[in-house]
């Protein structure tokens, strides 16, 4: 997802993930009806939402897509931005916008940064992208604050060394192939990243009867 509201990638990771054999497309969350057809996976990168929420939220049938394809088993990577799209609502001067609903948080935004520099986390719970131990550095850059989530710590699946996460030390929402975090990573210092995308995909086409024993998968 790439527009005016998703903006923010790594160009290397887009390339790592080429590299790796994904052909990319570029889905404009603002203006496309819903996700294309034959979408083996998606990356929903950082940005700022919060300044498109009106045109987010009126968008119904692209957020609607977006959760079916959550709980059909789509693997969704989704960072800062992605993450804020991916829950609930987002709360604005008083007014509520709807997102996607792949997880039950509401979101503020507050007029200081909530989180900014260096981040380490370890995969410590079972997540679809990150092995267990696995450690990555990454950074986070946010404003938004967590009003409401209808969950606890223990179900974050990765442990914050260094950062702020999501919340008490913790990032990292799972739910089937998903996995949401405010860690921005950069594809060259965690190579397991595009090669966890990749295979994801893999299985999600073999899955869906998609799959042509001619292609490869580095």
Sequence with gaps: VRDRAFQFYYEENLEALRDAGAKLIMIDALQARSLPDGLDALYIGGGFPETSAGELADNETFRESVRLAAGRGMPIYAECGGLIFLGRSIILEGREYPLAGVFPVTFGIAKKPQAHGYSIFTADRDNPFYAPGTRIKGHEFRYSTILQWDGGA????LAVERGTGFMNGRD?????????????ILA????????AMIRKAHRYQQQRGRYDASESFR
């Excluded at 990292?172 to 921005?184: E, F, I, P, R």
Aim: glycine fraction near 8%.
């Design 188 to 195: 060259p210092g965690a190579p397991e990243w595009a090669m």
């Design 172 to 184: 990292g929402l799972v739910s089937n192939n998903v996995l949401a975090l405010y860690t921005h």
């Design 154 to 157: 223990d179900e974050l699946s």
